[in-house]
């Protein structure tokens, strides 16, 4: 819807540029998806992965000083549906923020973009993948799921897709720790309603909110990173329970 918003604004840093493209590039998935014959099995394997990370880090998605991250990354991050409001009016936005935020905030906002697109783009793949094997998505099997991810051609994104959750995580709890964040989001809650940016705002502060509250955000993304590359090197070893993970993990 604003694609040509998108196109239109001058970009004038590197920061700048690389939101821009990713947006860009997210806008034309997006609408591509939204039209997918597979789309309704994208969801399913998107819900089944969630429950997947929750089942594999269980510990720490019921540790308190850890599940409000968490479940923001879930449900806000890997956004498996119902967030095309929200990616609209970042969109919509677009030409403020690169007016208005430094090129670290810009860059923060680019590595969630990017993640959301590789999420969706291998969520989507693995449709496509369980479509060609007659796999039924709705009741997806450890094994169906196992043997269509090493028959994945994008294994290169997965790899980056762990890697942009340790880069993402780390940057937002670096603004997280500056109260000022917090004060502007109180204040610009009003003003944000009546431009229509609700969606937009609400996800700002549960991040914020979910951040603020965590123990130690480091310690979280480093066992978060290191269990989902063993998870990997299972999968793609054959690992009979891959999800299986050491107690030093």
Known sequence: MYRERLVAT???TESARRLQKL????????HLKATHPLLENASHIADWQAERLKTTHEDLYHHPGYHHGLEFLLTDLYAPAGMTHRDDNIDRVFPKMVKW????LLDTFAGLVELNLITQRLDLELAELFHL??????????????????ESRLL???EKQIS???DVGQQL????RNRTLGWLLSMTRGPAEMADLRDLHSFLHRGYSAFRKMDDVELLI????SREQQVMRNILNHHPDPFSLPESL
């Open 164 to 166: 942009l959750v340790a």
């Open 23 to 30: 947006l860009l590039d997210y806008h034309d998935f997006r």
């Open 222 to 225: 480093d066992r978060l990173v």
């Open 133 to 150: 094997q007659s796999v039924p998505a709705h009741s997806l099997t450890t094994e169906d799921y196992c043997a269509a991810y090493r």
């Open 10 to 12: 001058e970009a004038r």
């Open 156 to 158: 290169d994104q997965r």
């Open 173 to 176: 709890d670096r603004y997280v």
């Open 101 to 104: 935020l430094p090129d670290n």
